[in-house]
T-cell receptor, first 113, second 110 residues
């Protein structure tokens, strides 16, 4: 048990579908992150929320839309994705403060057909 | 983000051998972290380093924050089969973003 729970673990969607990824952290942290992990590439930071406010948005296409309703929950809404968006999407959390390490969930394996 | 160079890309060793991997950056970091990722799971934090020159151990794992603040290494002593996985270094200068290396894939044969 990592303390960061992601659902679903696997998702297959067509390019015209709309779906959402969910992340919940049970660590009492107040910053949450979305990372994309593709084969043979470093983890790519997508979004950061601190105290429920978005503090970083790394030039992510608008077909990815994050939502952070409270410090324990983070969503990633997906619509009209492309096949190259297929990847492992990892959620992480940390305690406010730049020295705090990130704690990751087990990810959602997304396949776009 | 800042690109990290992690090497080697992969290692294939026998159980009981020691392992060393490293990570370098063209710019300085104030934090170095080492993670391990098993298949089908997310990265798990192994060691966190916060000061140049710092040497920290976690069981059979030892990591060091380079004096120049541009590099870090991870050593695993007396490897066992469950050490199999992908090891990632990550560095941060400031702010929230962690920059990750591409990972070192470790295979251990009994």
């Amino acid at each position: 048990e990592t303390g960061v729970t992601q659902t679903p673990r696997h998702l297959v969607m067509g390019m015209t579908n709309k779906k959402s990824l969910k992340c919940e952290q049970h660590l009492g942290h107040n910053a949450m992150y979305w990372y994309k992990q593709s084969a043979k590439k470093p983890l790519e930071l997508m979004f950061v929320y601190s105290l429920e406010e978005r503090v970083e948005n790394n030039s992510v296409p608008s077909r990815f839309s994050p939502e952070c309703p409270n410090s324990s929950h983070l969503f990633l809404h997906l619509h009209t994705l492309q096949p190259e968006d297929s990847a492992l999407y990892l959620c992480a959390s940390s305690q406010e403060g730049t020295d705090s390490p990130l704690h990751f969930g087990n990810g959602t394996r997304l396949t776009v057909t | 983000g800042q690109q990290l160079n992690q090497s080697p890309q992969s290692m294939f060793i026998q159980e009981g051998e020691d392992v060393s991997m490293n990570c370098t950056s063209s710019s300085i970091f104030n934090t170095w972290l080492w993670y391990k990722q098993d298949p089908g799971e997310g990265p798990v934090l192994l060691i966190a380093l916060y000061k140049a020159g710092e040497l920290t151990s976690n069981g059979r794992l030892t990591a060091q924050f380079g004096i120049t603040r541009k590099d870090s290494f991870l050593n695993i002593s007396a490897s066992i089969p469950s050490d199999v996985g992908i090891y990632f270094c990550a560095g941060r200068y400031s702010g929230y973003a962690l920059n990750f290396g591409k990972g070192t894939s470790l295979l251990v044969t009994p």
